[in-house]
C-alpha cells in the first residue's frame, strides 16, 4: 500500500478556491505530524501547512496564513488542504508528508529532511 497518495491539484483562477488531498495509509496514521509542503522548479520545498494528528493543533506558513485551512479526518484517513484565495504565486506541485517522529510542532516541522513519507505530488496552477 502507497502510503501517502494526493488528489484534487488542477487549474484555478487567481482569487478561486481549491481542496487537495491526501489518503494516509493506515500503518503510518495516529500519530507524529502531517503537512502540506509545495515546490515550483530551482526552489527548495516549503512548507504550507502542518498539523499533528493527536491534537489538531496546526501551523503555516506565512504566505498561507489566512487563506489556507489544514484539516484532518481521522475516520477516513485522509488529510485535506483548502486553499482559498489562490494567486498565481501559489502554483506549484503540492506534497504532502508525515513525520511519525516528531512530538510537537515548532521550528523542525518546516525542515522537510525530518519527513519520512511523501506522496508523489499533485499540480496546482493558478492562472492570472
Known amino acids: 500500500q502507497v502510503p501517502l497518495v494526493e488528489s484534487g491539484g488542477g487549474l484555478v483562477q487567481t482569487g478561486g478556491s481549491l481542496r487537495i488531498s491526501c489518503t494516509i495509509s493506515s500503518r503510518i496514521q495516529g500519530f507524529g505530524t502531517m503537512a502540506w509542503f509545495r515546490q515550483v522548479p530551482g526552489n527548495e520545498r516549503e512548507l504550507v501547512a502542518a498539523l499533528r494528528w493527536v491534537g489538531g493543533n496546526t501551523l503555516y506558513g506565512d504566505s498561507v496564513k489566512g487563506r489556507f485551512t489544514i484539516s484532518r479526518d481521522t475516520n477516513k484517513g485522509t488529510m485535506y488542504l483548502q486553499m482559498n484565495v489562490l494567486n498565481p504565486e501559489d502554483t506549484a506541485v503540492y506534497y504532502c508528508?508525515?513525520?511519525?517522529?516528531?512530538?510537537?510542532?515548532?521550528?523542525?516541522?518546516?525542515?522537510?529532511?525530518?519527513?519520512?513519507?511523501w506522496g508523489q505530488g499533485t499540480q496546482v496552477t493558478v492562472s492570472s
Open positions: 508528508a508525515v513525520d511519525q517522529t516528531s512530538m510537537m510542532l515548532g521550528s523542525a516541522s518546516s525542515n522537510s529532511q525530518n519527513y519520512g513519507y
